[in-house]
C-alpha cells in the first residue's frame, strides 16, 4: 500500500491541466469527500503497528502535494483567464511617456553655467527678498545716491530696508563677505525692477553675473573671458566694450556683441548696426572690495552681468519677454528637444 501511495505522490507531482475543470476533477478524486487520501486515512486503524509511522507520513505527504499541485495549477490558470478576458495584446507597443519640457530660461542658465564651470566658476545664489546694505550700500550706493534711482525698485512697504533684490550683485556682495580671494563666481537668479510691463520689459527677469577677484586681475582678462563666454554660447567672438556708468564698477562698460548684417532678423534686432548690447561689466570698484572686507591693495577682479531672458529670446527668437512667465503649454511644449 505504501508504494502505491508513493506513485501517487509521483504522480501528484508530474500532474499538468489545461482547464480549471480538469483541475477540479483531480481534487474530488484526490481530496474529496469520497477521495483516495480520505479512504487511505480509513485504512490506517487497519495498518500493521510496525509501518503506521511510515504509512503516516506518506499519506500526509501525497495530501501536501496534492494540495500544492491544484492550487499552483488553480492560481496559474486563473491568471490566464484573467488575460484573455481583458483582451490584452501583449504584443501591442507600449504608450508614449509625455515628457516635459525644460523652461528656456533654465536651457539658457544651464548653458551658461556649463560654460563659465569650464573656465574654473562655481555657482553663487542668494535671496530675493534683500536688504538695503547687499543690494544698494555695499555696492557704493549710499542712501540718496542718485543712481539708485537707475534701478526703479521695490519695496516691502512696512520696512523700507528690505526690498526685492534690483540685481544679482547682491549675492556676489554676499559671497565677497563670506569667501577669501581667489573668487570665480557665477550668480544666476530672478531680479524685479518697478518698470511697466511690455513685450520688451518685465517687472521681473533673470539675470547672470559673474565676479573674479584675485590679485593682478585686469580689464584685459575681463574683455578675454567675456570673448570666450559669447564665442562659446552665440559663436560670435566679436565683442565691444563701451564706456558707461555702473557705481560698484569703475571703469564701466556696456558688452555689445557683433551679431552681423546678414538676414532680415539681425537687421532687425540690432536696429541696423549688426551691434547687440547683451549686459554690463567693469573693474569691481575698490570700495566695493573694501566694503565686503577685501583688501583693496592686494586685490582687483571684474564682474559683469547679462540678462538671461534677453538672450533667451535671442537665441530661441522669442518676440515677447511675457511668454517666458506665462506658462502658456503651447510655449513651453516647444522646448521639448531642447537640453
Ligand atoms: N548689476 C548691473 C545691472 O543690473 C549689471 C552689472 C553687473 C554691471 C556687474 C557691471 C558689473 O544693471
Redesign the pocket.
Known amino acids: 500500500m505504501i508504494d502505491q501511495i508513493k506513485e501517487l505522490i509521483a504522480e501528484a507531482e508530474a500532474f499538468k491541466a489545461q482547464t480549471k475543470e480538469e483541475v477540479e476533477a483531480y481534487r474530488i478524486k484526490l481530496l474529496g469527500q469520497k477521495g483516495i487520501v480520505k479512504q487511505y486515512f480509513a485504512e490506517f486503524k487497519n495498518v500493521a503497528n510496525d509501518q503506521k509511522k511510515e504509512f503516516g507520513q506518506v499519506i500526509n505527504t501525497l495530501k501536501k502535494t496534492a494540495e500544492e499541485k491544484i492550487n499552483t495549477l488553480k492560481s496559474e490558470l486563473e491568471q490566464k483567464e484573467e488575460v484573455s478576458q481583458s483582451n490584452l495584446d501583449v504584443s501591442r507597443p507600449g504608450e508614449p511617456i509625455s515628457l516635459g519640457a525644460r523652461h528656456p530660461i533654465s536651457i539658457v542658465k544651464n548653458q551658461i553655467i556649463d560654460i563659465f564651470s569650464r573656465i574654473g566658476f562655481n555657482v553663487s545664489e542668494g535671496p530675493e527678498v534683500e536688504d538695503d546694505w547687499h543690494n544698494f550700500t555695499a555696492l557704493n550706493l549710499p542712501e540718496y545716491h542718485p543712481a539708485r534711482d537707475?534701478?526703479d525698485t521695490f519695496f516691502i512697504q512696512t520696512n523700507p530696508d528690505i526690498l526685492l533684490r534690483?540685481?544679482?550683485?547682491s549675492v556676489?556682495v554676499r559671497y565677497m563677505e563670506n569667501n577669501k580671494p581667489p573668487i570665480r563666481t557665477i550668480s544666476p537668479g530672478r531680479?524685479y525692477r518697478n518698470e511697466a510691463i511690455s513685450a520688451r520689459s518685465h517687472c521681473f527677469f533673470h539675470?547672470l553675473?559673474?565676479?573674479y577677484i584675485d590679485k593682478d586681475v585686469s580689464f584685459a582678462d575681463l574683455k578675454q573671458t567675456l570673448q570666450y563666454f559669447t564665442t562659446e554660447l552665440f559663436g560670435k567672438s566679436k565683442i565691444r566694450l563701451r564706456p558707461s556708468y555702473?557705481p560698484?564698477?569703475e571703469p564701466?562698460a556696456e558688452i555689445d556683441v557683433y551679431w552681423g548684417l546678414e538676414t532680415e532678423t539681425d537687421y532687425k534686432i540690432t536696429k541696423g548696426t549688426g551691434w547687440l548690447e547683451i549686459?554690463?561689466?567693469?573693474m569691481v570698484d575698490p570700495n566695493v572690495l573694501k566694503n565686503c572686507g577685501i583688501d583693496a591693495e592686494d586685490y582687483s577682479g571684474f564682474?559683469?552681468?547679462v540678462g538671461i531672458d534677453r538672450i533667451a529670446m535671442l537665441l530661441y527668437q522669442i518676440g515677447d519677454i511675457r511668454l517666458l512667465s506665462e506658462n502658456d503649454v503651447r510655449f513651453l511644449e516647444q522646448f521639448k528637444s531642447a537640453l
Open positions: 537707475m534701478q534690483t540685481h544679482t550683485s556676489q531680479v539675470q553675473e559673474g565676479l555702473f560698484f564698477t564701466s549686459g554690463g561689466c567693469g564682474a559683469f552681468g
